[in-house]
């Protein structure tokens, strides 16, 4: 669909009288690092459109999914995880997860249960519940990983975080193994308000492709290295030829920097021969493929931005701003 299309299908849908009781609202998923929040994004869509791994903070911007069904349209903010800053990109990632916030009509707050049991966390303690602590909007607190603690434990949680703050909602769920997805939606739909579709139903998501093309790399970049390597580096889709709808003898070409904060990481994403860099390519490609459903051709090379994390403009390049 062209956007103009796109346009049209939004119009003919809000004044469709099929959609009276219709809900469709925003919803803001917050947590710390690595309590789950892409998982359940991705098992909520069917689809992977959020970079999972298992080390923390691998979301950086925030990601448009869409989840529309027969009577309604959760469109989910996920928000990076929330940390104390570190570096100026930490401090506008935060401003990101902020606006997130303002613009939602219910937030969603993730806990990793396995963190909480047996007392081993304090509630007061997370970063992502200190953040929205004093705020108006309604909170649905999400108990993650109860797939990782026994029945007792859950329900000694929920008893334990009820008394600790007015959550609307209380839900345990397992993102991984998709338990309890159900009562998760059901615990949001009200708090959305009554409205049409703001998307057409059939997009899972408003980012562009080269977005998820980046976001695609930098997962591989994240599986294959290890250290600070991963949390230095940016990816830059420079050049998106696509060629292959109006030729399918040709593929498209995709060529993209991987951005990195000093000259010493340069060689190591490399690696002897080219050996790094090319695995991956390979790995990167596969899944880019899968996910546009076209062949495509990628390459990639090494640009050295001297400290870019601390950079308003680089973070302003990149989107973070
Ligand atoms: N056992 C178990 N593991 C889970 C569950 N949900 C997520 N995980 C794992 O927890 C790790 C972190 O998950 P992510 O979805 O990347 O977490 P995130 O909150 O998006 O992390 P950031 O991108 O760092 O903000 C991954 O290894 C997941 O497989 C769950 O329900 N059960």
Redesign the pocket.
């Known amino acids: 669909m062209n956007e103009e299309e796109t346009q049209q299908a939004e119009l003919a849908k809000q004044n469709d009288p099929q959609n009276k009781g219709f809900k469709a609202g925003f919803a803001t998923i917050l ?12 098992v909520l869509l069917g689809e992977k459109i ?10 950086r911007k925030r990601v448009l999914g869409i989840f529309t069904d027969k009577s309604c349209q959760i469109v989910l903010l ?1 928000t ?2 929330i940390m104390k800053p570190k570096y100026k990109l930490h401090e506008a990632m935060l401003d990101l997860a902020d606006k997130s916030v303002e613009d939602s009509d219910v937030l969603v707050l ?1 806990l ?1 249960v ?1 963190k909480y049991q047996k007392g081993k966390a304090e509630l007061k303690a997370d970063l992502a519940f200190q953040r929205i602590a004093n705020t108006k909007k309604p909170v649905i607190l999400v108990l ?5 603690i026994t029945k007792d434990a859950s329900l000694e949680l929920i008893a334990k975080f009820s008394s600790e703050y007015p959550f609307r909602e209380i839900v345990p ?5 998709g ?1 309890n997805i159900r009562e998760f939606l059901k615990a949001v739909v009200p708090y959305l308000p009554a409205s049409p579709p703001l998307y057409p139903p059939d997009i899972l998501s408003t980012a562009p492709e080269r977005f998820f093309v980046s976001e695609i790399i930098r997962e591989k970049i994240f599986q294959f290295f290890s250290q600070e390597i991963p949390y230095s580096t940016e990816v830059d889709v420079e050049e998106f030829q696509e060629n292959y709808e109006k030729n399918p003898a040709r593929k498209d070409v995709l060529r993209c920097a991987i951005v990195v904060d000093r000259l010493s990481q340069k060689s190591i994403l490399i690696g002897k021969d080219g050996k790094a860099i090319k695995r991956v390519g390979q790995a990167a490609r596969k899944d880019i493929e899968a996910f546009l459903g076209r062949p495509v051709f990628l390459e990639l090379f090494v640009k050295v931005k001297e400290g870019w994390r601390e950079k308003e403009s680089s973070l302003r390049d990149f989107g973070y701003k």
Do not use: C
């Open positions: 947590g710390e690092p690595n309590a789950g929040k892409s998982t359940l994004l991705n959020s970079i999972v791994t298992p080390k923390p903070q691998t979301t996920d990076p995880g993730l990793d396995e993650n990983k109860v797939d990782l769920l397992s993102a991984l193994k338990y």
